[in-house]
């Protein structure tokens, strides 16, 4: 998916969101991310126990539209980049602290059913569903100066991931407008996104996201 395809799609998205704002809602997000590898990551990693090997930090942001349908529902098509990844801590053969950390780009759309209910004064809005994800670019991070023995597969990660993603988001200021909205959001890779290790990825976090039309 390249620089094109994304600029037309980002287009599409901005272009359907203003243009039938009684029908559809559009807007942008940012999300700051836990990333973390599931699965055979003791084996990837060539450590014994799992006790070394945990999350680190990750983003996405993108775009979005909604279609709003009858009964409280909805339905979401995105467009986002987001790094996922996972790091390993360990004790190096000269005494200090080491890591490798392992990160995974992509171009990933997720296409979300929605649903909106009340609790109190306050609205709530539900939203999963899958997401499909092409790797554009990787990095395998640490110091050269170590001698590395662990992570050698890390040229062998798919190029697709195929996740379902579930999260719930709130207008932050309600009572004055209902642009920006605040939530959760966790994602799990459906299936393996390495060749040879079933490693899957698990991300969670919190969203912060601008409507470009007002929810209603």
């Known amino acids: 998916m390249n620089a094109r395809i994304l600029l037309v799609l980002c287009l599409i998205i901005t272009q359907v969101s203003f243009a039938q704002q009684n029908r559809f809602i559009g807007g942008a997000f940012l999300n700051v991310n836990g990333i973390e590898f599931q699965g055979d990551e ?3 990693w060539d450590e014994p126990t799992t ?3 945990g999350g680190t930090l990750g983003m996405s942001t993108g775009l979005f539209v909604k279609r709003e349908l009858p009964g409280n529902l909805s339905a979401s ?3 986002r980049y987001i790094k996922k990844g996972s790091i390993y801590s360990f004790v190096s053969e000269y005494g200090t602290h080491a890591f490798e950390t392992m990160y995974l780009s992509y171009v990933e759309v997720p296409v979300l059913l929605g649903y909106e ?3 109190g ?3 709530f809005f539900l939203e999963s569903g899958p997401a499909f994800a092409t790797r554009y670019s990787y990095s395998f991070e640490y110091n050269h100066l170590l001698n590395i023995t662990g992570a050698e597969g890390y040229n062998d990660f798919r190029k697709f991931d195929v996740s379902w993603i579930a999260d719930m988001k709130f207008p932050v200021f309600s009572k004055w407008s209902k642009h920006f909205m605040l939530g ?13 290790y079933r490693i899957y990825n698990f991300d969670y ?3 912060i996201e601008y409507v470009f039309n007002e929810i209603r």
Do not use: D, Q
């Not at 959760?184 to 040879?196: A, D, E, G, K, P």
């Open 117 to 119: 209910f009340n609790a």
């Open 42 to 44: 003791a084996e990837f």
């Open 205 to 207: 976090g919190a969203e």
């Open 77 to 79: 098509l995105e467009l």
């Open 184 to 196: 959760l959001r966790i994602s799990h890779s459906i299936i393996s996104i390495h060749n040879y």
């Open 51 to 53: 006790k070394n090997i």
């Open 121 to 123: 004064k306050r609205t």
